[in-house]
């Protein structure tokens, strides 16, 4: 297996004195720890703390999601802040539609001096989901592609892997709305769903999209990025 070493040395931030995952495995084809990252990352260092989750009782939230793991940054993050919220007990998931990015989070996750337990599963979104984790996830976090591309790359085969990261196809669309086509039959009853999109992703027909499936729709936080603002946003019922 080929790869590439690189560091994040203690990175920036260290909001809630809790530092950033390690990031010691990559590749040219797996999505490396970017802005849209640190913007998921930040609002979870600023609103989890000894018993409350985003406002909810952190002690019903059992199971968590990270979709489109990459590095596995976050789901990695979410193993190690447990230990800062000893209330904080979920069974923690991670998926990647790339084998190699299951290898390299697996890599990232022991560089941290974690035990072997997030459960990953590699998967095109939910197809390769087993039927015993539907109406089980409290919480999903993706940072999906979101951006648009000139020429809607359909067929699978012609993609390059690192397409995967970024390509949203027309209107930076296509892999939010089969998300929110598939995600709900994954959630719990009481659940938010939080993902990245971008001021550049077709918004007026995202808000459709999200509407016509019911959810509950805020915006958590912007960062502007020279193009384009880069939003979290947040799905409840």
């Known amino acids: 297996m080929k790869f590439f070493k690189r560091r994040i040395e203690v990175i920036l931030s260290f909001k809630n004195n809790f530092p950033d995952p390690i990031i010691d495995y990559c590749s040219e084809s797996v999505y490396y720890p970017s802005d849209d990252t640190y913007l998921i990352l930040d609002f979870l ?21 990270d979709l489109g793991t990459g590095t596995g940054i976050i789901a990695i993050f979410l193993q190690m ?6 209330k904080f007990k ?17 890599l990232n996750e ?35 592609p979101y951006l648009p591309s000139s020429n809607l790359i359909s067929r699978v085969d012609s993609k390059e ?12 669309l296509e892999t939010i709305v089969k998300f929110l086509d598939q995600v709900n039959s994954f959630l719990n009853l009481d659940f938010y769903v939080y993902f990245i999109s971008s001021s550049r992703t077709d918004l007026k027909e995202l808000n459709e999209q999200i509407l016509i499936k019911g959810f509950k729709h805020s915006i958590m936080e912007k960062k502007h990025m020279f193009f384009e ?3 979290l946003n ?4």
């Open 45 to 65: 260092k600023n609103n989890i703390n000894d018993d409350f989750f985003d406002g909810k009782n952190i002690k019903n939230v059992k199971k968590i999601l």
């Open 161 to 172: 892997k690192v397409d995967y990261s970024w390509n949203g196809g027309k209107g930076g």
């Open 90 to 106: 979920p069974e923690i998931y991670a998926s990647d539609i790339l084998k190699e990015s299951i290898e390299y989070a697996k």
């Open 110 to 144: 022991k560089s941290n001096n974690e035990k072997s337990e997030i459960k990953f599963i590699e998967s095109d979104l939910f197809n390769n989901f087993p039927n015993s984790l539907k109406n089980s996830f409290d919480v999903v976090i993706f940072n999906p």
């Open 81 to 86: 802040i447990k230990k800062k919220h000893l």
């Open 234 to 237: 947040r799905l409840e019922r």
């Open 229 to 231: 603002d880069i939003l």
